[in-house]
């Protein structure tokens, strides 16, 4: 029923097992993908029941994700789980999650609440950016910002009920595989950052794009963009692309999706 990729680079098994125990107890699923862009490949992953992939150089993270898709999609499997290896879950949350896009057959994308280790909420609702969303979010202090970024990032939605959203973290998605015969996979211009944008955009076009808070995650995640002076520039430089693709301050769709979602939430 459910086919899992997992995208690793240089990563040991141990900082992985936590959640692919929780996948394997799961019950659902079929096939866990372990796409390795290490330069070197590494004999931790090469477990009974993973199924290893070594691409020998980093090619980034929707294109090494996609290598797993197209295999996802060949054999007719109906729902493929993206997920970083950072997240921990309980393994009943996956079947709760595929019983509810089961049950609704219009959704494409399905993401749970994202908490940090602390418990405190991951604000990963978003509208579709604009590049001031961006700039403001990196540059400027939190006090000027706050007020944008709070309607940017949905809270008065309070992260407590199932909504329909416009842009979904690519920290956990929950895919149906027919939404991306439709929308297509993700876009390998993008090395790293704006893949998940651009993906919930598309498959936004054809299916619902979800929040299910219902059941949550833990993402460990450090933010390395904002930790790292190279990774701040592969950000900037893949957002660059991004908006070359979609427009920059003349983005129609994004205006109008947004504005619907802002007169829906009153944000």
């Not at 691409?55 to 290598?67: D, P, V």
């Not at 997240?87 to 049950?103: F, G, N, P, R, S």
């Not at 933010?223 to 520039?233: D, I, T, V, W």
Request: hydrophobic share 40%; aromatic share 14%.
């Amino acid at each position: 029923m459910l086919h899992v990729s997992i995208v690793i680079y240089k990563h040991l098994f141990s900082e992985t097992k936590t959640l692919i125990d929780s996948l394997r107890k799961s019950g659902i699923v079929d096939k866990i993908f372990i796409i390795d862009n290490s330069p070197v490949p590494s004999c931790d992953f090469k477990h009974e029941g993973l199924t290893y992939i070594f691409t020998g150089k980093n090619i980034g993270y929707g294109a090494a994700h996609n290598i797993a898709l197209r295999k996802t999609i060949a054999a007719g499997v109906p729902y493929h789980l993206v997920v970083n290896p950072d997240i921990t879950m309980d393994a009943y949350i996956l079947k709760e999650m595929v019983d509810y896009m089961e049950q609704n057959k219009e959704i494409g994308h399905l993401m749970p609440k994202v908490i940090y280790p602390s418990g405190e909420t991951q604000y990963l609702c978003k509208l579709i950016p604009a590049p001031s969303d961006l700039i403001f979010r990196r540059f400027l202090p939190k006090k000027w910002t706050e007020k944008r970024m709070s309607r940017f990032e949905m809270r008065n939605t309070g992260y407590d009920k199932i909504i329909d959203v416009p842009y979904l973290s690519g920290c956990f998605m929950l895919l149906r595989t027919e939404a991306l015969k439709k929308a297509g996979l993700f876009d390998e211009r993008f090395f790293l950052y704006p893949e998940d944008i651009d993906l919930t955009r598309r498959i936004g076009a054809y299916y619902r794009t979800v929040f299910y808070p219902p059941v949550s995650v833990v993402h460990h995640h450090a933010q390395e963009s904002y930790k790292s002076l190279y990774m701040m520039f592969v950000h900037i430089w893949n957002l660059k692309k991004y908006f070359n693709k979609w427009g920059w301050f003349f983005d129609k769709q994004r205006k109008k999706i947004n504005q619907q979602y802002i007169k829906q939430y009153n944000l």
